[in-house]
């Protein structure tokens, strides 16, 4: 660990509040409905996106007409995608003559795919020909990323409106968050990472004879744009097995610093759309002092523990004490520890090293921001989840207090508590009982690939990556089987859906009361002393469920490692 | 009924819109502006296609240097990091493993300054890099190998040294196939 090395990630995480602050204020003048420089540029495409689709952009809907159109059209797409995987065999674009995929493996990436998950049971190289890496995984990434935006901006709507119908439109939202964000970003960031070196090519792989005379082929095809998309949607899906460690995904420092910006800038933006949206920026800044604190000390305990190294090596091999295993020179640690802490607190699941071969407590974080599941969180979802967190620390100050509890001048009743504490159980127990299930089934723990305690991390992570949906993997496991990937598709699709359907009946029950004037006897949820509590909850609540699970797996290990001893 | 109509229409016409013109676009205009990048940086070496500067590939004869080690032996079309675990056995005995054949194609070297990223397998499998005390350990073995000085290989391995971008991010690395692209052509002379 050196000064040096803390620099680089503040640095990184300073460019990211600099882009977000602006880029908060323009995602809420775009979906407060104000005009852009841009409009003239906008408005007509947009204008053919909805004579095309048949919508009509000046229906307002209320909480269930905006859910439905948005369950409808996510499951429409699952499906067509699910196709598309079945079929790529049969189907152009398909220069190194990769077979359609078998169903359950299909199921499996489709659900995947659709919940913005990116859990990858497949090489991506030897799996997908180019038209599914385009038509399936670049275009759900897109689409999966404007769901989970669309999706907050709503609730967003609903926590302020006043009439049932204050909600928006979903189909013009889906349109917007397209046209006028993720479009032209991705567009912009593809072209610079195919400048810094990432391919963007329909040939097929390369066949090289090497300096020393051998023959090598070299797979590459339409990366770039996979790749811009796949960071600023905090989808994580890599071209490549690889993923992100992958020198064509993530060629050098630049691209690597790129990307951690590229998956951290709309979620952190989004902290700022909402104190907008409430017209108490006080709200956003305490919102992010916090979660930047709880992002920063998770990544540097990454830092920590990778650059103490493993001490068997030490002791047993005698040499140098830094981890190196998994790992890509081009980075460095600090920058890999910050993508480790940011891919898992902004739920985007990319990795450019690889998480099975962190040391124990490198790997102990990612799983813990997994769980917490509200350190920012995905695109649009994470900001549902720290809502969710912050009604329930709303209700449970306002017990201690002895006040009514009400948030943003909605009193909080029996109902919001009620949905509030469904969205928050239905984590851990989609994680634990799924982990339960796997562990005491032979072909579940068939597919573990270390030994030991770290054989159980590897289940506990698959599925806390899969009902958060982040995607990253502890890769050993090998979860190509029809079990996981029928239980990790199914926890990923419950885990997506139940809480925004849950969340949106919270905005619809609020949308409905009458607004509380702010007096002496409330209780301010933008101080740093709220703030404080906030963050006590989300750790109690996250320790207290998961502690148990994480004490068998990387606290032990941890400990293991330390006392040197093997497993076999 | 409308919004399933609706839906059909909205999946077909954002999958042509984001799966098909968006990833083409980038194509075209892509291999217009970067055409060596957007190909995957394919180096040449008497005319003929000798790999891609972004991937390692494997070097075991003395002359060269070689490449951080692979868990999928640097194969280009299945890349994979090797998932062991740091209580695993079997990463230690992987470990010791790479630590005997260095020292077996480099001499007698102390364990405690082989550099990690020479022992330890890389994340993708093809990384192209190794740490500048990696690349030092090998110049004596290059020299005695290919007759080229071990000053000119010191000096080549400084001038082809990537450094900390903008002096602060990253750490200071060097390409294998740059260095290996140079001693082919000082020995083709």
């Known amino acids: 660990m050196t000064w040096l090395g803390i620099i680089q990630i503040l640095l990184v995480l300073g460019i990211v509040l600099l882009v977000a602050i602006p880029l908060g204020g323009y995602l809420y003048r775009v979906f407060s409905g104000q005009r852009s420089w841009l409009e003239r540029v906008y408005a007509p495409c947009e204008k053919v996106l909805y004579k095309l689709s048949g919508i009509n952009p000046t229906v307002e809907m209320d909480w269930k007409a905006y859910i439905k159109p948005l369950l409808l059209v996510n499951f429409i797409m699952m499906l067509f995608v699910y196709l598309i995987l079945r079929l790529q065999g049969h189907l152009p674009l398909n220069p190194d003559h990769i077979p359609s995929m078998p169903w359950d493996l299909a199921f499996n990436t489709a659900a995947s795919f659709i919940t913005n998950t990116n859990w990858q049971n497949y090489a991506g190289e030897s799996t997908l020909s180019y038209l599914s890496q385009t038509m399936a995984i670049t275009y759900?990434?897109?689409?999966?990323?404007?769901?989970?935006?669309?999706?907050?901006?709503?609730?967003?709507?609903?926590?302020?409106?006043?009439?049932?119908k204050m909600f928006g439109n979903f189909w013009v939202d889906f349109v917007k968050v397209h046209t006028r964000l993720l479009l032209p970003a991705a567009f912009i960031l593809a072209l610079v990472f195919v400048g810094l070196g990432l391919p963007q090519t329909f040939s097929g792989a390369q066949t090289v004879h090497t300096l020393q005379g051998a023959s090598q082929t070299i797979s590459r095809g339409p990366i770039a744009s996979l790749e811009a998309i796949k960071q600023l949607g905090t989808n994580g899906g890599g071209f490549m097995n690889a993923n992100s460690a992958h020198p064509f995904e993530n060629p050098n420092v630049i691209t690597n610093i790129l990307?951690?910006?590229?998956?951290a800038v709309i979620p952190t933006a989004l902290i700022f759309t909402f104190g907008r949206f409430l017209k108490k920026r006080r709200q956003a800044?305490?919102?992010?002092?916090?979660?930047?604190?709880?992002?920063?000390?998770?990544?540097?305990?990454?830092?920590?523990?990778?650059?103490?190294?493993?001490?068997?090596?030490?002791?047993?091999?005698?040499?140098?004490?830094?981890?190196?295993?998994?790992?890509?020179?081009?980075?460095?640690?600090?920058?890999?520890s910050l993508f480790v802490g940011a891919t898992t607190a902004f739920t985007t699941g990319a990795v450019n090293l690889m998480h099975d071969s962190l040391t124990p407590l490198g790997g102990f974080v990612p799983m813990l921001f997994m769980m917490l599941n509200m350190v920012f969180g995905g695109k649009g979802v994470g900001l549902l989840n720290i809502i969710m967190y912050l009604i329930i620390t709303v209700f449970i100050a306002g017990l201690m207090v002895g006040r009514t509890p009400e948030i943003f001048g909605k009193k909080i009743e029996a109902r919001e508590i009620k949905l509030a504490t469904l969205t928050l159980l239905i984590h851990p127990f989609l994680i634990l009982f799924a982990s339960a299930i796997a562990l005491v089934t032979k072909t579940g723990v068939a597919s573990i690939a270390n030994p030991g305690l770290h054989g159980f991390s590897e289940i506990l992570y698959a599925f806390s990556s899969a009902a958060a949906n982040n995607g990253s993997a502890f890769g050993g496991l090998s979860g190509n089987t029809p079990f996981y990937n029928i239980m990790l598709g199914v926890v990923m699709l419950l885990g997506r859906y139940i809480s925004i359907v849950a969340m949106f009946a919270i905005?619809?029950?609020l949308i409905r009361k009458p607004v509380v004037p702010e007096s002496a006897g409330t209780l301010r949820t933008d101080t740093f002393a709220f703030g404080g509590v906030f963050a006590a909850i989300a750790l109690i609540v996250g320790a207290l469920t998961f502690f148990p699970a994480l004490a068998l797996g990387p606290i032990a290990e941890h400990l293991q490692m330390w006392s040197g001893v093997l497993s076999k | 009924m409308t919004n399933v109509l609706r839906s059909l229409r909205v999946t077909a016409i954002f999958a042509v819109l984001l799966g098909l013109i968006y990833p083409l676009v980038i194509g075209l205009v892509g291999n217009l502006l970067f055409p060596y990048q957007a190909q995957g940086s394919m180096e040449k070496h008497n005319g003929t296609i000798i790999g891609s500067r972004l991937i390692a590939q494997s070097f075991t004869s003395a002359g060269y240097f070689h490449a951080r080690p692979s868990a999928v032996d640097y194969t280009a079309n299945g890349s994979a990091g090797s998932n062991l675990g740091p209580t695993n056995s079997a990463l230690i005995k992987e470990i010791s493993g790479n630590i005997a054949l260095v020292k077996k194609q480099n001499g007698a070297i102390a364990n405690a300054s082989i550099p990690a990223d020479m022992v330890e397998t890389s994340g993708s499998g093809l990384d192209p890099d190794i740490s500048l005390a990696n690349a030092r350990l090998q110049i004596p073995r290059v020299a005695k190998a290919t007759g080229l000085s071990e000053s000119y290989l010191q000096d080549l391995v400084a001038r082809e040294t990537q450094n900390r971008f903008l002096g602060i991010f990253g750490d200071p690395h060097v390409n294998v196939l740059d260095l290996n692209l140079v001693v082919r052509n000082k020995l083709d002379q």
Do not use: C
Request: aromatic letters at 8%.
């Open chain 1, 140 to 164: 759900l990434q897109f689409t999966s990323a404007a769901t989970g935006l669309v999706a907050v901006i709503a609730f967003l709507r609903g926590l302020v409106g006043k009439r049932a």
């Open chain 1, 507 to 509: 905005a619809g029950s």
């Open chain 1, 285 to 336: 800044v305490i919102l992010y002092v916090f979660l930047v604190a709880m992002m920063l000390l998770g990544t540097l305990l990454v830092y920590w523990s990778e650059t103490s190294g493993n001490p068997i090596l030490h002791k047993v091999l005698g040499i140098s004490n830094v981890s190196m295993e998994g790992k890509e020179v081009r980075f460095g640690l600090p920058l890999d």
């Open chain 1, 259 to 263: 990307e951690i910006i590229a998956m």
